[in-house]
């Protein structure tokens, strides 16, 4: 069983400060998803990373994909309340059928005015 | 479109009991699944299908069946509810050359 490791479980911070959350396996990935989940709702895929090394912008969020497949970030540049949710990594592997995805614990973000 | 849908949004089942959560998506998708949603735990895949009349077991598929009659829908059953089926429950569905999964809005399960 592949397991994905994210850190950290909860983070409360100020609006316009910078953050960072990791999503760490021993496993190698055929790619990384980010989703992000608000109360009462389904996640929602915000990215998804492929390659090796790659770096993808979405506003304010960047997220990296490590060169080894085995890891990935998610740096939000300025947070602001509208940030806040539940964030979810998942990863899909080579050999899973169906699509399937292992998913992290997930990093509970909040973002105070 | 309405996407993936899930009823009920809410369940109170007493121990033992039997029922049905149910998920339809109008997307044509090809791969359905089921995943429960516990604090800190993230999503666990219950059971999945990657076509009408193919289904598959998950991460923790005990304590569950599922069928796939049709490509829309997927229903997952509970045959006898135990306090450690409480959870949250996620319908997903995706086509099947991406990994990109859309989820329901989910159903949130109490068993006492």
């Known amino acids: 069983t592949q397991l994905l490791e994210q850190s950290p479980q909860f983070l409360s911070i100020q609006e316009g400060e910078n953050l960072t959350v990791y999503c760490n396996s021993s496993?190698?990935?055929?790619?990384l998803q980010w989703y992000r989940q608000e109360p009462g709702e389904g996640p929602v895929l915000l990215v998804t990373?492929?390659?090796?090394?790659e770096v993808k912008k979405l506003k304010r969020l960047t997220f990296q994909f490590g060169d080894a497949r085995k890891d990935s970030s998610l740096h939000i540049t300025a947070a602001q309340p509208g940030d806040t949710g539940l964030y979810l990594c998942?990863?899909?592997?080579?050999?899973?059928?169906?699509?399937?995805?292992?998913f992290g614990g997930g990093t509970r973000l909040m973002v105070k005015p | 479109n309405a996407g993936v849908t899930q009823t009920p949004k809410f369940q109170v089942l007493k121990t033992g009991q039997s029922m049905t959560l149910q998920c339809a998506q109008d997307?044509?998708?090809?791969?359905m699944s089921w995943y429960r949603q516990d604090p800190g735990m993230g999503l666990r895949l219950i059971h999945y299908?990657?076509?009408?009349?193919?289904?598959d077991q998950g991460e923790v598929p005990n304590g569950y069946n599922v069928s796939r009659s049709t490509t829309e829908d997927f229903p997952l059953r509970l045959l006898s509810a135990a306090p450690s089926q409480t959870s949250v429950y996620f319908c997903?569905?995706?086509?099947?050359?991406?990994?990109?999964?859309?989820f329901g809005p989910g159903t949130r399960l109490t068993v006492t």
């Open positions: 997307m044509n998708h090809e791969y």
């Open positions: 299908s990657v076509g009408a009349g193919i289904t």
């Open positions: 990373v492929v390659t090796g090394g």
């Open positions: 998942a990863g899909a592997d080579l050999w899973s059928a169906g699509n399937m995805l292992t």
């Open positions: 496993s190698v990935f055929s790619s």
């Open positions: 997903a569905s995706s086509y099947a050359g991406s990994n990109e999964q859309y």
